[in-house]
């Protein structure tokens, strides 16, 4: 099974997936809450058996890995865990980029260590402020169309208002709603890209986003953009793990 697992993620790695652009490489296992999976998109633990991700990322029989820096060494901090149930929000609209958040239920508990520990949702939900300085970090290459490496990588991003984000410069044909969030660089250059999707956005150290899409990676007035957790979803993701278990 692991030489099985090996092999995918060797591809995974060389197929230009899953990129972070204008990043560096964050120090071993130190954001020990991102999950990748298989579906070449990230994600936050949130629960010992709940990971949130994008609802764009949904295929069948997704699997978890859970304590990795690298996506292809043989670490012993790795946990592989199949998904039992995948939640998309009932409003989820693909052609809208709207309600882009999805809930795995994991089929056994992560077992916590230093390697792999939760992040906590945000209180309240509220909106983050235009000029935040905020994280994201993924798995990838160091430019657009690049060559990726598999080692987790990081940026910084800076948040966009979101009037000028619905302006004639940025994305005036797709509606950036109140629960989203534009972030990235207005020369462009930090970014992150296709792979990273589903994959958590920190802001002052509390987890705010989810990055969702955007138009190629890293392009000036282009920025990426982000489910933000409101108070809505956050009653949302309490009611499904509440049913769920």
């Known amino acids: ?56 990322c949904h295929e069948k029989n997704i699997f978890v890995i859970l304590g990795a820096h690298s996506l292809t060494e043989n ?41 792999i520990s939760t992040v906590s949702l945000p209180n309240f939900g509220e909106d983050v402020k235009a000029g935040t300085k905020c994280s994201v970090a993924g798995w990838g290459a160091t430019r657009n169309n690049g060559s990726t490496v598999d080692k987790l990588r990081e940026v910084t991003v800076t948040i966009i208002d979101r009037d000028d984000c619905n302006g004639p410069n940025y994305y005036e044909k797709i509606e950036i709603t109140r629960n989203m969030l534009c972030a990235g660089n207005p020369n462009g ?15 002052d150290g509390v987890y705010r986003g989810i990055v969702s899409f955007g138009e190629n990676c890293g392009l000036p007035n282009k920025p990426g953009v982000y489910v933000l957790i409101t108070k809505e979803y956050l009653e949302w993701i309490e009611k499904v793990i509440r049913q769920y278990g």
């Open 1 to 56: 099974i692991f030489i099985l697992i090996l092999t995918y993620l060797l591809f995974v790695v060389y197929c230009g997936c899953v990129e972070i652009i204008g990043g560096w490489e964050v120090k071993p296992h130190s954001k020990p809450y991102i999950a990748f999976l298989s579906t070449f998109c990230g994600g936050a633990l949130i629960k010992p058996n709940w990971v949130l991700t994008a609802a764009h």
């Open 75 to 115: 670490e012993e901090t790795k946990q592989f865990i199949r998904v039992k149930s995948a939640i998309i929000h009932p409003q989820y609209n693909p052609k809208k980029y709207s309600n882009d958040i999805m809930l795995l239920q994991l089929n056994q508990n992560a077992q916590l260590s230093k390697s």
């Open 189 to 203: 250059g930090k970014d992150a890209c296709q792979g990273d999707s589903g994959g958590p956005l920190l802001c």
